[in-house]
């Protein structure tokens, strides 16, 4: 098992959100809930030859904070890569629906 799905089951987090692009070098950024509303995120890249979440060791390589925090770190690295802007909203839109 990854180290990424070992701190996934100790933390009992649930995927939120994930975009990644398709290309053979890809950027990728997820998140998850916790049960009790905290979200952890992380954001990736790499070639064909890597996976997300690869590099991860221990849970405080993940950022964490309230759905706002969420929200401004997924702008900022969307602004950064080229992602696309209807992609974007939908997935703003999606956060913003997490209860």
Not at 35 to 55: A, H, I, M, N
């Amino acid at each position: 098992m990854r180290e990424i799905e070992k701190i996934i089951k100790e933390l009992r987090l649930t995927e939120v959100i994930s975009v990644q692009s398709d290309d053979c070098e890809w950027d990728g950024f997820t998140a998850w809930r916790t049960p009790r509303g905290r979200f952890y995120w992380f954001t990736d890249s790499g070639c064909s030859c890597t996976s997300f979440g690869e590099v991860i060791e221990s849970a405080s390589e993940l950022s964490d904070g309230t759905r706002a925090d969420l929200e401004r770190a997924f702008r900022e690295w969307a602004g950064a890569h080229a992602i696309d802007h209807v992609n974007v909203i939908d997935t703003i839109e999606k956060m913003r629906q997490i209860r």
